[in-house]
């Protein structure tokens, strides 16, 4: 454990590196693969140990092979941002961007799974925003730091009258990412809200896509519990964004977004 802790230290990866060493070691084991360790050694932990020394040579080169995939892929150039953007509220460039994202992987989804309706809006919290995006080449190891959690994406249906109340709650925090939907924030209330350009229907049912983290109470968000519906998409919001990001520059599009009013204050 203590050379897996100095060869951490090393590289802003190899966490990764050894959690993925792990899981195979532990999937081998489960086979019956690995064969029982037989005598033992014990080393004594101080000044005059030598790391290096106590690790088998073939652990260590598993290690550095995995680094060397791992390298590859986090500096795997998959976008090119127009600007550098950051988050702020009500609303900001980044934020718009990541939400715009969130929707179309929702109405994807939605569509690719033959379900009965699309997804009408999006909000993410700023707080999983963890960095901004730099001007230029976006690598995948940025969208890493950008998203650090495993946040996973899901669709809860809600009434129109329980979104509104969901809505009030993102006004209160002075805004969140957001998609689909625009809106005043006055006395820490949501006001003049239009849903794709239209009033919200307190019946009617509307589908959000959000985090799980958000859905379950974070942040402070308890609106999510009057719900009617709940669908667990089984994808990380930051693989989705990774292959959404990819996609699109295959396509053409650099990673660009605007500030459209889409969360603003009323005097």
């Not at 360790?37 to 088998?56: A, C, G, P, R």
């Not at 179309?104 to 033959?114: A, H, L, S, T, V």
């Not at 960095?131 to 976006?138: N, S, V, W, Y």
């Not at 129109?160 to 925090?173: N, P, S, Y």
């Amino acid at each position: 454990m203590l050379a897996i802790k100095y060869y951490m230290k090393k590289s802003r990866y190899n966490l990764l590196i050894v959690s993925v060493l792990l899981i195979a070691i532990s999937a081998c084991a489960t086979t019956g693969n690995i064969k029982q360790i037989e005598n033992q050694k014990s080393y004594s932990i101080d000044s005059t140990l030598d790391v290096f020394s106590t690790v088998d040579t073939s652990f260590m080169n598993l290690i550095v092979s995995y680094k060397s995939q791992l390298d590859d892929e986090m500096n795997m150039v998959i976008s090119i941002a127009d600007e550098e953007m950051v988050t702020a509220k009500p609303e900001s460039k980044l934020s718009n961007f990541v939400a715009d994202g969130m929707l179309q992987i929702g109405k994807e989804y939605c569509n690719e799974n033959d379900l009965s309706h699309s997804v009408d809006l999006a909000i993410m919290n700023l707080g999983g925003i963890r960095t901004g995006m730099p001007k230029g080449e976006i690598r995948t190891g940025r969208m890493f730091e950008m998203l650090p959690f495993k946040n996973k994406l899901v669709i809860v249906g809600m009434k129109g009258g329980d979104l509104k109340t969901l809505l009030d709650q993102i006004a209160e925090f002075g805004g969140e990412g957001s998609s689909g939907f625009k809106m005043g924030i006055k006395d820490g209330k949501a006001i003049d809200v239009l849903v794709d350009g239209k009033k919200i229907d307190r019946e009617k049912i509307y589908y959000v896509i959000s985090v799980d983290y958000l859905v379950n109470g974070g942040g402070n968000v308890t609106a999510f519990k009057n719900r009617e519906t709940f669908r667990h998409m089984h994808q990380m919001l930051r693989s989705e964004m990774i292959k959404y990001i990819s996609e699109n520059f295959k396509d053409g599009k650099n990673i660009s977004a605007k500030l459209d009013g889409r969360i603003y204050h009323v005097e």
